[in-house]
């Protein structure tokens, strides 16, 4: 026999059997993003390597060990989707979408790629809710972003996520606010992790969210950026807790919260559980006013989120929380014999057309084996089906939970006379 082929390591299949999970909450996703007037985008699985190099920023752990790039046939510099947020912002560049009126409000359901070390709600191939809200200034924008998540989990009966925020600054405060960091940090340098190291001279904020245990310990003590914010961000941060406030969110603020790219911009926010070990963080956002003209455009002010769904998943296992069951068939229809065979399958197709989940026989199994099956995959109503049944154009179902009897009429509506 050849040798099984195992799928690459950090991936997952999604088996028939759990795939309604994810069926149900997309479709729960799906339902609460575009009460707030999200549309979906689609956006290719890989794009020019140049989106992320720029869009996610050199000194980022994506970008400095976590891309899947490749050549392509043509010589082109390639890489998997490490993100959702730079192919959206560059969708929207490229196809005028920003001229429909703003503000834009966009969110994707999609695969991720990351080269990094597998473990439970860490894979190379995972999935990201995203939303994306483009040309609002306003803090309210980012209430909205944060109230969609928040929107989310409630629904989905997860209480215990808990959400952190905090403000970064923009550009006319962060300057000064990392030469500060960075003096902190060089007193100490010989303590930092090798990684902390080299972000000190080109990303600072990075080390506040370190995990190696040292540098966290140094970063304490570091100063913090909330103190250090200009005016406006200082507004524009209290008038976000304000709206949060209002909408009775509730929050921790984090000053060691950062999401380290140059685009950043003022609101960060995570939403955190604790049940699922070190990889809590099901949902991360904020706000990145420089990307769009990083990536060629005009300045628009943009706030978004990702959310981790396998992170999702494993956090509604561990509270218990169901989103429902799998379908299951209306009918099935078994049969005695060659001639039923054929008249059991036309029977179900009819079922189908009438918009029922029907199935018959397609092992040619006994009858007994047959009923057996029905009951396994939880038909509801069964039919057997043999000569006289087709000659009198008429069978008995039976209810398979209270084993009540309808006789069918085949030349009528069957759905209808199961109503
Ligand atoms: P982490 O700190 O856990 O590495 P991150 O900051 O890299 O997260 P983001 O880029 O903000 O994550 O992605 C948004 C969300 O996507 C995360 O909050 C998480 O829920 C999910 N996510 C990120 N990386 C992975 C992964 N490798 N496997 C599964 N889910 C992931
Ligand atoms: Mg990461």
Same mark, same amino acid.
């Given at each position: 026999?050849?040798?099984?082929?195992?799928?690459?390591?950090?991936?997952?299949?999604?088996?028939?059997?759990?795939?309604?999970?994810?069926?149900?909450?997309?479709?729960?996703?799906?339902?609460?993003?575009?009460?707030?007037?999200?549309?979906?985008? =689609?956006?290719?699985?890989?794009?020019?390597?140049?989106?992320?190099?720029?869009?996610?920023?050199?000194?980022?752990?994506?970008?400095?060990?976590?891309?899947?790039?490749?050549?392509?046939?043509?010589?082109?510099?390639?890489?998997? =989707?490490?993100?959702?947020?730079?192919?959206?912002?560059?969708?929207?560049?490229?196809?005028?979408?920003?001229?429909?009126?703003?503000?834009?409000?966009?969110?994707?359901?999609?695969?991720?790629? =990351?080269?990094?070390?597998?473990?439970?709600?860490?894979?190379?191939?995972?999935?990201?809710?995203?939303?994306?809200?483009?040309?609002?200034?306003?803090?309210?924008?980012?209430?909205?972003?944060?109230?969609?998540?928040?929107?989310?989990?409630?629904?989905?009966?997860?209480?215990?996520?808990?959400?952190?925020?905090?403000?970064?600054?923009?550009?006319?405060?962060?300057?000064?606010?990392?030469?500060?960091?960075?003096?902190?940090?060089?007193?100490?340098?010989?303590?930092?992790?090798?990684?902390?190291?080299?972000?000190?001279?080109?990303?600072?904020? =990075?080390?506040?969210?370190?995990?190696?245990?040292?540098?966290?310990?140094?970063?304490?003590?570091?100063?913090?950026?909330?103190?250090?914010?200009?005016?406006?961000?200082?507004?524009?941060?209290?008038?976000?807790?304000?709206?949060?406030?209002?909408?009775?969110?509730?929050?921790?603020?984090?000053?060691?919260?950062?999401?380290?790219?140059?685009?950043?911009?003022?609101?960060?926010?995570?939403?955190?559980?604790?049940?699922?070990g070190a990889q809590g963080t099901v949902c991360g956002g904020g706000r990145y006013d420089g990307l769009f003209e990083e990536l060629g455009g005009n300045h628009t002010p943009a706030v978004g989120f990702g959310m981790g769904m396998e992170r999702l998943l494993l956090t509604l296992e561990a509270e218990g929380i169901s989103?429902?069951?799998?379908?299951?068939?209306?009918?099935?229809?078994?049969?005695?014999?060659?001639?039923?065979?054929?008249?059991?399958?036309?029977?179900?197709?009819?079922?189908?057309?009438?918009?029922?989940?029907?199935?018959?026989?397609?092992?040619?199994?006994?009858?007994?084996?047959?009923?057996?099956?029905?009951?396994?995959?939880?038909?509801?109503?069964?039919?057997?089906?043999?000569?006289?049944?087709?000659?009198?154009?008429?069978?008995?179902?039976?209810?398979?939970?209270?084993?009540?009897?309808?006789?069918?009429?085949?030349?009528?509506?069957?759905?209808?006379?199961?109503?």
């Amino acid at each position: 026999m050849a040798q099984k082929i195992t799928g690459p390591r950090g991936t997952q299949d999604v088996a028939v059997s759990e795939s309604y999970k994810w069926l149900l909450l997309e479709e729960k996703l799906r339902k609460i993003v575009d009460q707030y007037g999200f549309k979906e985008i =689609r956006t290719p699985t890989f794009e020019h390597t140049e989106l992320f190099l720029r869009g996610v920023g050199d000194t980022t752990d994506i970008v400095n060990k976590e891309m899947y790039t490749f050549e392509d046939k043509g010589k082109r510099s390639i890489t998997l =989707r490490p993100e959702g947020t730079s192919p959206t912002v560059r969708s929207v560049l490229e196809n005028g979408t920003l001229n429909e009126g703003l503000p834009l409000k966009a969110y994707y359901i999609l695969s991720c790629f =990351r080269y990094e070390k597998p473990q439970a709600g860490r894979l190379r191939e995972f999935h990201q809710l995203g939303i994306e809200l483009f040309g609002a200034q306003d803090y309210t924008a980012d209430a909205e972003v944060i109230a969609t998540a928040a929107k989310i989990l409630k629904d989905l009966g997860l209480q215990n996520v808990k959400l952190n925020i905090n403000s970064i600054g923009c550009p006319n405060c962060r300057p000064a606010y990392h030469e500060k960091l960075k003096a902190y940090f060089a007193e100490h340098i010989d303590e930092l992790c090798q990684d902390c190291k080299s972000r000190l001279e080109r990303n600072p904020l =990075r080390i506040l969210d370190c995990k190696e245990e040292k540098c966290s310990r140094i970063a304490e003590n570091a100063p913090i950026g909330l103190n250090n914010l200009c005016d406006e961000c200082k507004e524009h941060f209290e008038g976000l807790k304000k709206t949060l406030d209002a909408m009775k969110i509730d929050y921790t603020i984090n000053t060691k919260i950062v999401r380290g790219l140059d685009y950043y911009t003022k609101t960060v926010f995570e939403f955190v559980y604790d049940g699922i070990g070190a990889q809590g963080t099901v949902c991360g956002g904020g706000r990145y006013d420089g990307l769009f003209e990083e990536l060629g455009g005009n300045h628009t002010p943009a706030v978004g989120f990702g959310m981790g769904m396998e992170r999702l998943l494993l956090t509604l296992e561990a509270e218990g929380i169901s989103l429902g069951e799998d379908t299951r068939p209306d009918i099935f229809f078994a049969n005695i014999g060659e001639d039923a065979k054929v008249f059991a399958f036309t029977m179900a197709q009819k079922a189908r057309d009438e918009g029922m989940r029907a199935q018959s026989d397609i092992m040619a199994r006994s009858l007994k084996a047959q009923m057996k099956y029905a009951d396994k995959i939880k038909a509801r109503y069964t039919v057997v089906i043999g000569d006289d049944e087709i000659s009198n154009k008429s069978a008995v179902a039976k209810n398979m939970e209270t084993k009540e009897q309808v006789t069918l009429d085949f030349t009528k509506s069957i759905s209808e006379q199961l109503k």
